[in-house]
């Protein structure tokens, strides 16, 4: 194969499969343990991952999609072309969405080598526009235990964010053929024209979303199940009285938190900021469809002012203010500082004032012993039959042991 060849295959394979940004990475951020979480759930793990967040060679990749819901800080995004497959079920005409697996001997409307391999995300984008019944018939047979243990997160995963009775009335466990059977909704010739009118719309909005011009200013890149799931809670919203409340897991910001910015920097996300008010206070702000609940501001955080991730209850994925608190400044380069610091000042200009102040004890000693030095000198000079100078004295104790 030609170097041309094989850059037009890698620029279509690129289209198809996942796409990895590597600076999001778990293992780019301090964490005692490392992840290879997607190398390992890969059916062709060896094969496609030189290491996580590292290709090796996409042509073994069957876009099963299990490695984009595995990783845990969102650093691997399913392609357009599978985002517009998995939202595609969501503007058809039926009320109910039937997913399963290939395994399956029902003819289901959403297939995927595995179910584990939506993410909670894209199936509760799904259930906020349609009824969703899960085939889990072929469920008892998998020996896939690492598959078993993603769809147990992912539906426990769903349980917190939407509670569990709106859980229960948008979702249908189906453990049997003959439960939640499927039904096809037949539609009168008007219905298919204008079904037919409708998806091509779609998929003209879709395509123009896509283009460099008109892309989402937040995000900058193709749409993900998080921005969809924003924008969808954002129509539900507007159009009922009682609005629902989600549960998401955000950073839970204590006292202790005086705005070092640690945790902003860690966030590749951009869904943390420190802003300061015009009362002259500052507030962390989050938000939430942009934060993939890692866990990185956590670890990154080295001065214990945040409690892990803690499940918060919300009616909307805008940005919410966690925590207010009033800065404190160092005295010397005016960034901020622990309330209770004693000198005033930050760890970088403290050590540097430490270092300085050694270094000024040092001078002063060496001065001390260079006058000490002088003043002998002087005496010496003084009184020369004081005590004999160190060349005569040399000489007399040399002549003495030859005399010897």
């Keep these: 194969m030609g170097i041309f060849t094989k850059y037009a295959m890698d620029a279509l394979m690129k289209t198809s499969h996942p796409e990895i940004d590597r600076r999001q990475c778990w293992n780019l951020s301090p964490h005692r343990s490392k992840c290879s979480d997607c190398k390992d759930i890969c059916p062709y793990g060896e094969s496609i991952f030189a290491r996580p967040n590292l290709i090796r060679d996409w042509s073994a990749c069957t876009d099963c999609g299990l490695c984009v819901s595995v990783c845990r800080s969102r650093c691997i995004e399913p392609s357009p072309e599978q985002i517009q497959q998995d939202i595609a079920p969501a503007d058809s005409d039926n009320d109910t969405i039937w997913i399963g697996c290939q395994k399956s001997s029902r003819h289901n409307d959403l297939v995927r080598d595995c179910i584990c391999a939506l993410s909670w995300e894209s199936l509760a984008y799904l259930a906020l526009n349609k009824k969703i019944v899960l085939d889990l018939t072929p469920c008892g047979e998998c020996e896939n235990d690492l598959c078993a243990e993603k769809l147990r997160a992912e539906l426990t995963r769903l349980v917190e964010f939407f509670g569990t009775a709106l859980f229960q009335a948008r979702f249908t466990l189906a453990y049997q053929p003959e439960e939640a059977p499927y039904q096809v909704k037949s539609l009168s010739r008007r219905e298919m024209f204008s079904h037919m009118t409708d998806s091509s719309k ?203």
């Design 202 to 404: 779609a998929g003209s909005r879709y395509l123009l979303r896509m283009l460099p011009g008109l892309q989402d200013p937040d995000r900058g890149k193709a749409l993900d199940f998080r921005l969809l799931l924003n924008q969808r809670i954002k129509q539900l919203k507007a159009a009922t009285e009682t609005p629902i409340h989600y549960g998401w897991h955000l950073p839970a910001f204590n006292s202790k938190c005086f705005g070092c910015g640690k945790c902003e920097k860690s966030c590749r996300a951009g869904a943390l900021k420190i802003e300061d008010l015009p009362d002259g206070q500052s507030r962390v702000v989050i938000t939430p469809w942009k934060c993939s609940e890692c866990g990185v501001c956590v670890a990154a955080c080295s001065y214990h002012a945040i409690d892990g991730m803690k499940l918060r209850q919300l009616t909307s994925l805008g940005p919410v203010s966690v925590l207010k608190f009033k800065k404190t400044f160092c005295s010397e380069c005016g960034k901020p500082v622990a309330p209770d610091s004693a000198d005033g000042l930050c760890s970088v200009c403290r050590i540097r004032a430490r270092s300085k102040k050694r270094q000024q004890e040092a001078a002063e000693r060496a001065r001390a012993r260079a006058a000490e030095r002088a003043a002998k000198k002087a005496a010496q000079a003084a009184d020369p039959s004081a005590a004999p100078a160190p060349e005569a004295a040399a000489a007399v104790e040399s002549h003495t042991g030859s005399t010897c």
